[in-house]
């Protein structure tokens, strides 16, 4: 019966992620990135001052329901920084090959404006309700611009589906896998204190979550970073075998070695695009919902971190996983999963220091991505059934990771995560093929200082609203 099911969730996949719905993803990053004019590339510095430059100017936040600017990114990067930067790459690169990297690469550069788009678009189309609570994401600029709700449903179902598997259990299988690996602990044991972490923390709240992730992410990710960069410094020599690895066999088959199987060109430009997507989230639609939260002068401002954040996610921290292992000759055993990730550090530090920092990145990274995904799974939920059925339904999803602690292998459940990236991923690129206008409309306004469709909050009822120079409220067109 199991082994059923994952055949057929593994051909729904594979179908999913054929080669038309690559494409499709390909040209609508590329149409973006044309339309702006290689923004990324003409105004890297600008994006990288407005964003990252300014992590040290204090914001205050004066009401409960909203974020800072950068909390809304860490958040979000806990979303994207963790189980897909480690785990994500082994995968990819023991099924796609080198190669999956290079299309991971490409992803990341046209998915930075992709990002940005939808979140400047989250940002303009975000609603409050009666409690003050704001709401935003595909599901929302879908319905309120375009008007097609059940699109906005199967976004919306994607996204539910990807926070059970994606996050909820996937995360906490990982965690405990490794800590079982390395320590002998009771995987059980492990996932049920990470659901009673990320349940004390998520249920606090946006700013609690905020608070958390914008104090755990920039740690996590600077000392991993470190320390994959000790050992790159170590491998130096092998650097140019592995940057030539990773550019030939991304338009040819990368050859048997030792326990390594081999892989087609497809199938490097399958994983690669469909990791990176599943890491960087650029394009799948769930960053806006987290930046729809920040207190932010205007829409594309808060875009611009969308850009940066697909920049460090992939470009930066996956970059270093994937140069990790390939320079320390550990693709060829033919491990997968944070097993290789594993290997790969013990070529350099001890095996008890090796077990030590991948457990310890691993929990830091997973955790942070569980709580992080939480809010997705909160606005998914509360625009599919309502907010009054989310206050039972919010338990759920703590419980995967421990129902499915103790099954020793469910990496082939990762067809899984694929299916709901995809169906989350096609609504709203569809959505933001049709919207490139507005976005448009914002940047222009933005970057021209005319900031007609700034956000700005009215006193007498502390809401957003989108407001012009004579304070009537409007939407681009």
Known sequence: ?????????TSLSDVLWAPPTMIFIALVSVYVTVRTGFFQVTHFGFIMRRTFGRIFVRSIVVDRN???????TATSLAGTVGMGNMAGVATALSIGGPGAIFWMWVLAFFGMMTKAAEVTLGVHYRTVDADGHVHGGPMYYINKALGWKALAVLFSVGVTINCFFSSSLLQAHTVGRAFSASYGLNPYLVTGVMAVVTATVAIGGIQRIGRFCATLVPFMTVIYLFS??????????QLPIVI???????????????????????KAIQMGMARGMLSNEAGLGTAPMVHAAADTPHPFQQGLWGAAEVFIDTTVVCTITAFVILSSGVLELGNTGIEMLLSAFATFYSPALANAFISLAILTFCLSTQIGFFV?????????????????LKWIYFLPG??????????QLWALANISV???AIPNLVALLMLSGVFLTLMRDYLGGENRYSTALVDENRQYVRVVSDGNEVSPK
């Open 244 to 266: 030539g690895d990773i550019f030939s066999y991304a338009f040819a088959p990368a050859p048997a070695l030792g326990g390594f199987a081999g892989a087609a060109v497809m």
């Open 66 to 72: 909203r974020i800072t600017p950068f909390q809304a």
């Open 422 to 424: 995809a169906a989350s």
């Open 402 to 411: 421990v129902v499915f602690a103790g099954v020793t292998n469910v990496d």
């Open 1 to 9: 019966m199991y082994h059923s099911f994952l055949t057929a969730i």
């Open 376 to 392: 997705y799974f909160e606005t998914a939920v509360v625009s599919l059934f309502g907010e009054t059925a989310f206050r039972y």
């Open 228 to 237: 994959g960069l000790v050992i790159l410094i170590a491998n130096a020599e």
